[in-house]
């Protein structure tokens, strides 16, 4: 059996006849980064809260290290090191001074609290700014300070609300790459909040599907993508260098191949289903027909596809979840086309 390390038992928050969160039975192991993913209002931060012993679970219980939060919350809070969304620092004073004065309200020991500062710095990629002040700092830097101030304290677990926002690409990779890191090295666990679905994919153990205050889905991303997609035919996407009419010649011979099942076209790219791999039929075919073929993939099911499908299978099940669907897409195409 792994080692849990965060346990919620049906874990549940009413505020009044809103279920905010609804019996949630969640278990992350020690050194695991998971993804909850939700959109806005799914009840990730008031999970959060629970879980930080800032609010008091309507149901059931949230234990961390093997503490449970509600009755002894600041235990908890000395294992847990959140990082919100909207950091906040003196901006008039350096960097390092900031840790220094966060790390002596944490009470760290005056002649080690400058020390484990710097070395917080050094290890979040900021040791060649300690000494600009906080104000001057990008958002990307300002992140990583936030990392540094959470990790000051020495957490097993770090929770990291929509840790990328308004960073740039460059800078979100960096970023995640750290906590990778921090993961592997170091042991931390870490809950990552966040509406980036290509962001979580590339950094997380596994995710959890929030809506309507109910997890709907938990595992890593290939097993959700196998009992998603797990009877699904194989698609390849073949992309030619001339865009291709789809009711053209070459579109109908291709429909009338044995084993295909479907094709679609998007531009440049031929989208062909089959139960079988024929791939190197239908290159073969293209190059017959005089087609100058640029690239052939196989594809990939993403988080993307995952909710896409979920959705389609569980849209109409009841208003409540026909409005948190709409509301999930439309946070999600919103956020991901960014
Ligand atoms: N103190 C409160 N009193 C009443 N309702 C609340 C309170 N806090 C949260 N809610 C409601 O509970 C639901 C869950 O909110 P929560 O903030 O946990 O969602 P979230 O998934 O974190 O959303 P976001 O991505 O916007 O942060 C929402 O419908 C919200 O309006």
Redesign the pocket.
């Known amino acids: 059996m792994q080692n849990a390390i965060i346990e919620l038992e049906g874990l549940t928050?009413n505020?009044?006849s809103?279920k905010?969160?609804d019996d949630l039975h969640l278990r992350i192991n020690k050194g695991e980064i998971y993804g909850l993913l939700?959109?806005?209002?799914?009840?990730?931060?008031?999970?959060?809260?629970m879980m930080l012993g800032l609010?008091e679970p309507t149901a059931g219980r949230a234990k961390v290290c093997g503490i449970d939060a509600t009755t002894r919350p600041i235990e908890v809070k000395r294992k847990v090191g959140y990082m919100p969304d909207n950091l906040g620092f003196y901006d008039s004073m350096s960097a390092l001074d900031n840790l220094v004065y966060i790390g002596r309200l944490n009470g760290l020991p005056e002649n080690f609290v400058r020390e484990r500062a710097l070395e917080m710095m050094e290890l979040v990629g900021l040791a060649h700014a300690t000494g600009k002040k906080a104000g001057t700092y990008s958002r990307g830097m300002k992140q990583r300070l936030g990392l540094a101030d959470v990790l000051i304290r020495q957490p097993e677990v770090i929770i990291l609300?929509e840790p990328t926002l308004g960073i740039d690409p460059s800078g979100v990779r960096e970023f995640l790459a750290l906590i990778s890191r921090l993961s592997r090295e170091q042991g931390i666990t870490v809950l990552l909040?966040s509406?980036h679905l290509h962001q979580v994919q590339q950094v997380c153990d596994r995710v959890g599907i929030?809506v309507g205050?109910k997890l709907l889905a938990d595992g890593d991303v290939a097993t959700l993508s196998r009992q998603m997609f797990g009877g699904e035919k194989l698609v390849v996407e073949i992309e030619v260098e001339k865009p291709l009419l789809p009711d053209g010649t070459e579109i109908s011979e291709l429909r009338a191949m044995q084993q295909v099942q479907r094709v679609t076209t998007a531009g440049n790219v031929i989208e062909v289903s089959s139960n079988d791999n024929i791939t190197a039929d239908l290159v073969r075919f293209a190059v017959s027909k005089g087609l100058n073929v640029v690239g052939v993939r196989k594809k990939e099911y993403g988080l993307e596809e995952i909710y896409q499908r979920y959705f389609e299978n569980t849209v109409n099940a009841d208003e409540t979840n026909r409005k948190s669907n709409n509301l999930f897409k439309r946070a999600f195409i919103r956020k991901t086309d960014r």
């Open positions: 928050k505020y009044g809103l905010a969160v939700g959109p806005n209002g799914a009840g990730k931060t008031t999970t959060i809260l609010t609300d909040s509406h929030f205050g």
